[in-house]
């Protein structure tokens, strides 16, 4: 099955920079990236998502990268708000497996004011 | 409006005994997920419907098994709970076929084994 790999487990920032976290996954098959932000005890909610058939999305002060060639994604988070601290999972799907999420391991972001 | 209700929201069982975990969804979508979070760790896929196709994941342990009577709901059985079964399980949807789309997920039940 398809296996996520997610660094760094924990990241720190001042409030006002930037944020990436990085994703490489392993079936070449898999063809849609969300990422999704957790605070504590709430649930996953999306925030950003990629198809294989776009290089590059943003959203405001979140976006996201592919490069399919090297089967890895990236989160990158501008501007960063104390609000922003959560942890951020990245996942990865194909509809060849039977719409399967599978989900990196997490990224702790602490940003500090 | 909720789309994606989970019940209860909080269980407590005894070990060995018995749990069932509710999930509706109110958005018509073809596919249901499980899924277990422990402390600080990612989901984790147990199983899925897809309509009435049930997929299990290949390490879902036999305790854990699934039920899906309509579109609308999906339960969680765990038959015989043990310590290490204690844990957020969240359910999630997804529309399909014919492409990937995003999952909505539930609030989350957390289950407590004592």
């Known amino acids: 099955g398809e296996n996520v790999e997610q660094h760094p487990s924990t990241l720190s920032v001042q409030e006002g920079d930037s944020a990436v976290i990085k994703c490489t996954y392993s079936?070449?098959?898999?063809?849609?990236f969300p990422w999704y932000k957790q605070e504590l005890g709430k649930r996953p909610q999306l925030i950003i998502d990629i198809r294989s058939n776009v290089g590059e999305k943003k959203d405001q002060r979140i976006a996201v990268t592919l490069n399919k060639t090297a089967k890895h994604f990236s989160l990158h988070i501008t501007e960063t708000q104390p609000e922003d601290s959560a942890v951020y999972f990245c996942a990865a799907s194909t509809r060849n497996t039977g719409n399967q999420f599978y989900f990196g391991t997490g990224t702790s972001l602490t940003v500090i004011p | 409006d909720a789309m994606v209700i989970q019940n209860p929201r909080y269980q407590v069982t005894q070990f060995g005994k018995p749990v069932t975990l509710s999930c509706s969804q109110t958005?018509?979508?073809?596919?249901m997920y499980w899924y277990q979070q422990k402390s600080s760790q990612a989901p984790k896929l147990l199983f899925h419907y897809y309509d009435k196709d049930f997929n299990n994941e290949a390490d879902t342990p036999d305790n854990f098994q699934s039920r899906r009577p309509n579109t609308s709901f999906c339960f969680l059985d765990i038959r015989s709970p043990g310590l290490g079964d204690a844990a957020m399980y969240l359910c999630?949807?997804?529309?399909?076929?014919?492409?990937?789309?995003?999952?909505?997920f539930g609030p989350g039940t957390r289950l407590t084994v004592t």
């Open positions: 999630a949807t997804s529309r399909g076929p014919g492409n990937i789309y995003e999952q909505y």
């Open positions: 079936d070449s098959a898999s063809n849609y």
């Open positions: 958005l018509n979508h073809n596919v």
